[in-house]
């Protein structure tokens, strides 16, 4: 190959290099995987690198970050925002460290910290106060984010003490609240979000804060610019001095003397990785001693005494068999491939989604296809690329269905969504996931109608809506299979317990669009009663903070439809709870509560709580929560930075409960 021909060629791979970027991260919808795009940067440095006459400003190896987005007000970083650079197998890793070894004097540690796979911000503090929040930008010049970055719990508004520093970590999205937002998106027919990444970086873009918050972004923080008033001497006592200050860092890390110790990190981080509650992509590995680092410096793009150690992007391959196509509650038509099982990223899977016709159109997907999966936040099995090389010969395009596989009406296609949709509302498919939410735990909590119950129900046309639930009667219930008289019984007196219920948890059963269990509560709170929610005005629900356009809009459509009301008074005539009754403890289920007639201290950060959420599950679990540690406390929950409450419980010889723990109390 001529030079001419080699050149025009790294021209090529440095536009679609660019064009990848600028899907990922300006438009948060990327159109290649981490793999793709390291393989094709590593092809462009390594002929940057045998010529570098070539090297061009436009190339992706010039560049310390990413473009900015436009509508944000632009923030000037004190000092740069570096990227890192990359090492793919323990050699890069051994390298860099002997590189390392050979340009300081003395012994090197190595601090090894996660790499979350998520936005990195700068927090800046005046006299301890929270003042400005930034994106990192081009590395130089950042977004403005401040109000977004607000509503983040675990960033404190206020500091333990009052200094002026200014913090850099990693804004993320919790891999469960990723897993809640793409089934609610995959529910209401819209686009599904690719990665927790981009749903972090699409909610710190949010012109209002409220659709931040809903997002439930949590952080930790490991850089800070060091300054007359903050002066760590090292990367692990940079650490120490965060925690003090109240700042949340990430417990999983640690300090290594060798290459040796640096690998096997590596590994545990590895074999770990599908477990933690957050997404990485890494390992980085810091030298920890600030003097050192100023000794090594940096390159044009990166710090020298810094490096990110990536994990082989994890792709399993298999052949796709067949296509369901599934109908939701909202009459969401959901395609769903199942294929020859295989392995990936900890688990066997034979069953992954779609999403919806222009994804599958997009890649192509046909019966018979050898395809590539990966999973989208290390949990969602996802199609990801089809091989057509191996693709059969008499293959064709997959079929669209243009009626509902349930119920046979014709399929529509609203203007602007990519979904098809039944809209027959009693469609037997749409009618058994409808009822399932309704008897569903967050919802009515109606034990023992489980779903094989509820579509015999539905075939035997013995319940078409939920208030129907109500009238059912032990003959009725006797003709069911496997249904004997005791189970029957039991069922009937859930389903009369359940009209107690408290009227937030009959607002969520009724699925109305974009209505969670969260927001149901806020209306429950602000009305007091079904009634005046059915009558309160788009004004008044858009007031209620944590609502927003959206959900109001949804709310005053499910409302003005006859149907819904007649649904509302046949529950008023059947006796079900209309009203807000507060937090309710059901003595059914404290009988067996290990937290009954508990008195219990929360101290710390907790991962997967907030402290008012925690202290409510606790209390109607028969707990009574309080603020201090006493001789009469008898469980302590302590999170990240416990503090004094901690240390007073272990003086006191109070039992303390980790995360962990609770988690698994909370199961039981």
Same mark, same amino acid.
Not at 304 to 316: G, H, L, N, Q, T
Not at 606 to 633: D, N, P, W, Y
Not at 652 to 658: E, R, S
């Given at each position: ?175 469960? &609240?990723?897993?809640?937002? %793409?089934? =609610? ?7 599904? #979000?690719?990665? $927790? /990444?981009? *749903? ?83 390992? &980085?590995?810091?030298?920890? %001693?600030? =003097? ?7 390159? #044009?793009?990166? $710090? /020298?005494? *810094? ?362």
């Amino acid at each position: 190959m001529t030079k001419e021909y080699i050149q025009s060629e790294l021209q090529q791979m440095i536009q679609q290099l660019n064009d990848y970027a600028y899907h990922y991260y300006v438009l948060d919808s990327p159109i290649a995987t981490d793999a793709q795009y390291d393989a094709l940067y590593r092809q462009v440095e390594r002929i940057e690198q045998q010529h570098p006459e070539w090297i061009t400003p436009e190339s992706p190896t010039q560049r310390v970050g990413d473009q900015l987005l436009a509508g944000f007000q632009k923030v000037s970083h004190a000092q740069a925002m570096y990227s890192l650079g990359n090492a793919f197998n323990e050699a890069d890793i051994e390298s860099f460290i002997d590189r390392v070894n050979k340009s300081v004097a003395g012994p090197v540690q190595f601090m090894c910290e996660c790499k979350i796979d998520g936005l990195a911000v700068a927090l800046t503090y005046e006299n301890g106060r929270f003042i400005r929040g930034a994106t990192r930008g081009d590395g130089t010049i950042g977004e403005d984010i401040t109000h977004n970055l607000r509503t983040i719990p675990s960033i404190p508004l206020s500091l333990r003490q009052a200094i002026s520093v200014e913090v850099r970590g990693e804004a993320y999205m919790p891999k469960d &609240v990723f897993a809640q937002l %793409n089934a =609610q998106r995959d529910e209401q027919g819209e686009v599904p #979000l690719a990665n $927790p /990444r981009n *749903a972090a970086a699409g909610a710190l873009r949010q012109i209002n804060p409220k659709a931040a918050k809903e997002r439930k972004l949590n952080i930790f923080l490991y850089g800070a610019v060091v300054s007359d008033s903050f002066t760590p001497k090292s990367q692990a006592d940079l650490f120490y001095q965060m925690q003090a200050l109240g700042l949340r860092t990430n417990p999983f890390r640690r300090l290594c003397d060798t290459k040796a110790e640096v690998i096997e990190f590596i590994h545990e981080v590895g074999n770990a990785r599908h477990e933690l509650p957050y997404d990485i992509d890494g390992v &980085v590995i810091k030298v920890n %001693n600030f =003097q050192q680092q100023n000794a090594l410096g940096f390159t #044009l793009k990166a $710090p /020298r005494w *810094a490096i990110a150690y990536k994990f082989p992007a994890e792709v399993a391959t298999t052949v796709v068999k067949q296509v369901e196509w599934t109908v939701g509650r909202t009459g969401v038509v959901t395609p769903t491939a199942v294929m020859d099982p295989v392995f990936l990223a900890g688990t066997t899977v034979q069953r992954a989604t779609l999403h919806n016709i222009d994804f599958i159109e997009k890649l192509d997907v046909r019966l018979g296809d050898t395809v590539h999966l990966h999973k989208a936040g290390d949990i969602i099995p996802e199609v990801i690329e089809v091989l057509t090389a191996k693709r059969p010969a008499e293959s064709i395009p997959l079929s669209i269905p243009t009626h509902c596989p349930q119920c046979q009406t014709e399929l529509e296609q609203a203007d602007g969504e990519v979904a098809l949709r039944c809209v027959n509302p009693l469609c037997p498919a749409q009618q058994v996931a409808q009822l399932s939410h309704f008897v569903s735990r967050d919802a009515m909590n109606i034990v023992g109608l489980g779903k094989r119950i509820i579509e015999q129900l539905v075939q035997k046309d013995l319940v078409q809506t939920p208030a129907d639930l109500y009238e059912l009667t032990l003959d009725e219930l006797l003709t069911l299979d496997k249904v004997k008289e005791k189970s029957a019984q039991k069922m009937l007196s859930a389903i009369e317990a359940s009209k107690t219920q408290s009227v937030e948890r009959l607002l969520f059963g009724l699925g109305i669009r974009h209505v969670g269990a969260k927001a149901a509560r806020l209306m429950a709170e602000t009305f007091g009663s079904m009634e005046r929610i059915m009558n309160a005005t788009q004004e008044e629900l858009s007031a209620i903070e944590g609502l927003g356009t959206i959900i109001s809009q949804s709310v005053i459509r499910y409302f003005s439809q006859l149907t819904s009301r007649a649904l509302i008074e046949r529950f008023s005539q059947l006796g079900v709870q209309l009203s807000y009754q507060g937090v309710t403890i059901e003595a059914a289920d404290l009988a067996d509560s290990p937290w009954l007639n508990k008195t219990v201290v929360i101290t710390g950060t907790l991962e997967q709580f907030g402290r008012s959420e925690l202290k409510a599950i606790l209390e109607q679990r028969g707990a009574k929560v309080t603020s201090s540690v006493s001789k009469k406390t008898d469980i302590v929950i302590a999170g990240e930075a416990a503090g004094s409450k901690l240390t007073k419980a272990e003086e006191l010889g109070i039992d303390i409960m980790d995360e962990v723990t609770l988690m698994q109390t909370l199961e039981q």
